[in-house]
């Protein structure tokens, strides 16, 4: 797994950001080791590229949630 930046994953798309479809966990289960590794290289990246989250704190967090929750 030395080379993990050359295992080419350009064709592996997963649809769920959260909790995993039936169809992406099946996707990932047929990945190999090296191809796991580098979709979750990949995703590190994508985030850190992304930018700073908005600074909140838990009890934010828990209202946020409480307000969906009621929608």
Same mark, same amino acid.
């Given at each position: ?15 769920s950001?959260?909790?995993? =479809? $039936?169809?992406? +966990? *099946?996707?990932?289960?047929s ?22 989250? =908005? $600074?909140?704190? +838990? *009890?934010?967090i ?10």
């Open positions: 797994m030395e080379h993990i930046e050359t295992v080419d994953i350009s064709d592996i798309k997963f649809t950001t959260v909790f995993p =479809t $039936p169809e992406d +966990m *099946a996707l990932w289960k990945l190999t080791p090296e191809q796991k590794r580098a979709v979750e290289l990949r995703d590190v990246k994508e985030g850190q590229a992304s930018g700073l989250a =908005t $600074p909140c704190t +838990m *009890a934010d828990i209202a946020e949630a409480k307000a969906e929750m009621k929608k």
